[in-house]
């Protein structure tokens, strides 16, 4: 299937444009939606993942909250599955961990994390691959989520395993959790406060694993992600729901879920005949806080 040629189509509406990304289960690729006439991302599927993103596709469509990209339309193109996703312009956990996030921001990222865990607990989907290649905030603030269900990365967990958990016990994947979610946004907050992309192969399990931070964390902050990523915690956080709490707690928010950012449906300015969306009154106040930096990366759903 050609991936690069502009005035590819597919059902006759789907303009292909440049590749976003690779992932082991898929490509995907800059399109535009010429009936909507919105730019959207288009997910390029290996068949070997074909049932897996199947399945991952009905528990999408069931969450229905902001926070996760949302999924506009499936279909087989040339014996092959096509997915047409939301299209995310924003920064990707890299460039976030990158960046040295002040505390507070991650804490407030974490609380976005635990608002749409908890909804979609609710719905009794697990993600079961949070991984940072399934994060990224998006242009006005709020964090998104990708990748729900598939396949999850197994050296990532395993390189994981130990940090700020005792033990030689590995992490098991193989059945997404609810407690295996809240455990993955804890190693995620630490990898923004350390300012690193992987887990690092030097954590014991022990208290020490702050160290490698290189900086000073609250002692509020340091308590809540352990108890995310610590089940055997004295005080370990056993919902999504409490994990809202413990961190509106810290940054002093209401436990409300907060409004949603409006994604840049339009098509780019050079495009006179067609508006921007304008969302500035949808920026909820500690998203406006922890605005990015102008976005330069659109989002990659591999």
């Excluded at 507070?104 to 991984?131: E, F, N, P």
């Excluded at 005080?235 to 409006?262: C, K, M, N, Q, Y």
Aim: no cysteine; proline share 10%.
């Amino acid at each position: 299937m050609t991936t690069t040629t502009h005035q590819t189509r597919i059902s006759n509406r789907y303009v292909i444009g440049e590749v976003l990304g690779q992932g082991l289960g898929s490509t995907v690729v800059r399109g535009e939606d010429e009936i909507l006439r919105r730019l959207v991302a288009i997910k390029q599927v290996r068949p070997a993942f074909t049932e897996a993103y199947r399945a991952a596709l009905g528990a999408t469509a069931r969450i229905g909250h902001p926070a996760y990209i949302g999924v506009f339309d499936a279909l087989e193109h040339e014996g092959q599955l096509v997915i047409i996703q939301e299209y995310v312009i924003g920064q990707r956990f890299t460039e976030l961990a990158h960046a040295r996030l002040s505390t507070g921001s991650v804490a407030r990222i974490g609380r976005q994390l635990a608002l749409a865990l908890a909804h979609a607990h609710r719905q009794g989907v697990a993600h079961g691959d949070l991984t940072p290649a399934a994060l990224f905030r998006d242009q006005w603030g709020a964090m998104r989520i990708n990748n729900i269900l598939l396949p999850p990365d197994a050296a990532y967990f395993a390189a994981a395993s130990r940090l700020l958990k005792p033990g030689d016990e590995p992490w098991s994947v193989a059945t997404p959790t609810p407690q295996g979610d809240l455990r993955a946004v804890g190693v995620a907050l630490w990898l923004l406060l350390a300012g690193r992309q992987a887990p690092p192969p030097e954590a014991t399990g022990a208290q020490t694993d702050w160290e490698l931070t290189g900086r000073e964390v609250p002692p509020h902050l340091r308590d809540v992600v352990e108890r995310l990523i610590d089940s055997d915690h004295p005080r370990a956080l056993g919902s999504a729901e409490e994990a809202v709490h413990a961190f509106g707690a810290i940054i002093g928010a209401e436990d409300v879920p907060p409004p949603r950012s409006t994604p840049p449906w339009s098509l780019p300015p050079s495009r006179p005949d067609v508006a921007e969306t304008n969302p500035s009154h949808h920026a909820s106040a500690a998203a406006a806080r922890d605005a990015p930096e102008p976005p330069t990366q659109p989002n990659g759903p591999f």
